[in-house]
């Protein structure tokens, strides 16, 4: 028998992930066992599944959802499989949109999923929000202070050398006089990054400093300090300005990721996660994108309930 291709073996965990549920039967568990000695990209294939699976946000959805002992369990049949997919992604959306209700609460100018908005400061500075994104804003006495709450923006700062221009993130703060500069927060940190002028980064309540020189970034870390100053495609990572992603051999699920932040219900990436992709991708429709991904990459694309969508 010729061996299976990489896709055909991706194609039967996806399978049996959604065979064996929870409830695992015996016959389907032996079967089961010996799939994977038949194969170690077997057993490769069925652990990528279940680490996407097993990521936070839907670990604490699927806890949510979880019923009663009581209750029938019904969920080895692959409709309910998948009809617990949608839910747990369901839910999962609503676990990530919870903090940004207290979020806008704080902010002065917001944007959702898709969204993007370019902002005029009283001083003359210009911003660029970028999707799911949020700023306070402090423009008194002199005081230039911005606070980006969530997501990503891009300033482009009028020129004042009495009054420095401040922005400060979650772990790090930045201070120019006029200049370009873009600020990202997630989870690994603040993402600085310059296009012009010269900026200086400092970790917030701690002593580490950085000047930076156009096309440069650094990240005021989550776990402490600031990472080592290095060279950024700034035409790339600066792209979503024109309304594109732009991705060059960079992994599958790097670029399902980040079209998923511009979309208002979650998207699952069940395998191919380590392929690499490149090309560009117009963010003003992400489902597309996401179609042209797929394509690329030999995927199915499945359309949930509630916009959640899964590639597999």
Same mark, same amino acid.
């Given at each position: 028998?010729?061996?299976? @291709?990489?896709?055909?073996?991706?194609?039967?965990?996806?399978?049996?992930?959604?065979?064996?549920?929870?409830?695992?039967?015996?016959?389907?568990?032996?079967?089961?066992?010996?799939?994977?000695?038949?194969?170690?990209?077997?057993?490769?294939?069925?652990?990528?599944?279940?680490?996407?699976?097993?990521?936070?946000?839907?670990?604490?959805?699927?806890?949510?959802?979880?019923?009663? $002992?009581?209750?029938?369990?019904?969920?080895?049949?692959?409709?309910?499989?998948?009809?617990?997919?949608?839910?747990?992604?369901?839910?999962?959306?609503?676990?990530?949109?919870?903090?940004?209700?207290?979020?806008?609460?704080?902010?002065?100018?917001?944007?959702?999923?898709? &969204?993007? &908005?370019?902002?005029?400061?009283?001083?003359?500075?210009?911003? @660029?929000?970028?999707?799911?994104?949020?700023?306070? %804003?402090?423009?008194?006495?002199?005081?230039?202070?911005?606070?980006?709450?969530?997501?990503?923006?891009?300033?482009? $700062?009028?020129?004042?050398?009495?009054?420095?221009?401040? $922005?400060?993130?979650?772990?790090?703060?930045?201070?120019?006089?006029?200049?370009?500069?873009?600020?990202?927060?997630?989870?690994? /940190?603040?993402?600085?990054?310059?296009?012009? /002028?010269? %900026?200086?980064?400092?970790?917030?309540?701690?002593?580490?400093?950085?000047?930076?020189?156009?096309?440069?970034?650094?990240?005021?870390?989550?776990?402490?300090?600031?990472?080592?100053?290095?060279?950024?495609?700034?035409?790339?990572?600066?792209?979503?300005?024109?309304?594109?992603?732009?991705?060059?051999?960079?992994?599958?699920?790097?670029? %399902?990721? &980040?079209?998923?932040?511009?979309?208002?219900?979650? %998207?699952?990436?069940?395998?191919?996660?380590?392929?690499?992709?490149?090309?560009?991708?117009?963010?003003?429709?992400?489902?597309?994108?996401?179609?042209?991904?797929? /394509?690329?990459?030999?995927?199915?694309?499945?359309?949930?309930?509630?916009?959640?969508?899964?590639?597999?």
């Amino acid at each position: 028998m010729p061996a299976s @291709t990489s896709g055909e073996v991706e194609e039967q965990a996806l399978d049996w992930f959604l065979r064996l549920g929870d409830d695992r039967a015996a016959a389907d568990r032996t079967a089961f066992e010996h799939w994977l000695a038949a194969d170690a990209r077997h057993r490769a294939a069925y652990d990528d599944i279940v680490a996407t699976w097993q990521a936070p946000a839907l670990r604490a959805a699927s806890a949510a959802l979880r019923p009663p $002992v009581h209750r029938p369990d019904r969920s080895r049949q692959p409709w309910a499989i998948a009809a617990r997919i949608a839910a747990v992604l369901l839910v999962a959306c609503l676990i990530w949109q919870a903090p940004r209700l207290l979020i806008a609460w704080q902010a002065d100018y917001t944007t959702r999923a898709g &969204e993007q &908005e370019r902002i005029a400061l009283a001083d003359g500075t210009q911003v @660029t929000l970028n999707t799911g994104s949020a700023i306070a %804003v402090e423009m008194t006495g002199g005081v230039r202070h911005v606070r980006l709450l969530a997501g990503e923006a891009f300033f482009d $700062v009028a020129h004042d050398a009495l009054h420095p221009f401040i $922005v400060t993130g979650r772990q790090g703060e930045v201070r120019v006089t006029g200049t370009e500069f873009a600020v990202r927060l997630d989870e690994v /940190g603040d993402r600085v990054m310059l296009r012009e /002028g010269h %900026v200086a980064v400092r970790e917030i309540g701690g002593p580490d400093e950085a000047m930076l020189e156009p096309g440069e970034a650094i990240t005021a870390l989550a776990s402490g300090g600031l990472s080592p100053v290095t060279r950024a495609d700034t035409d790339s990572a600066l792209a979503w300005l024109g309304g594109r992603m732009e991705m060059r051999d960079a992994p599958l699920a790097t670029a %399902v990721a &980040e079209i998923g932040r511009y979309r208002a219900a979650p %998207v699952m990436l069940l395998r191919g996660a380590g392929r690499n992709v490149s090309g560009s991708f117009s963010l003003r429709d992400p489902d597309a994108a996401l179609a042209a991904l797929a /394509g690329l990459s030999d995927l199915t694309i499945r359309r949930l309930p509630g916009g959640a969508v899964v590639l597999y």
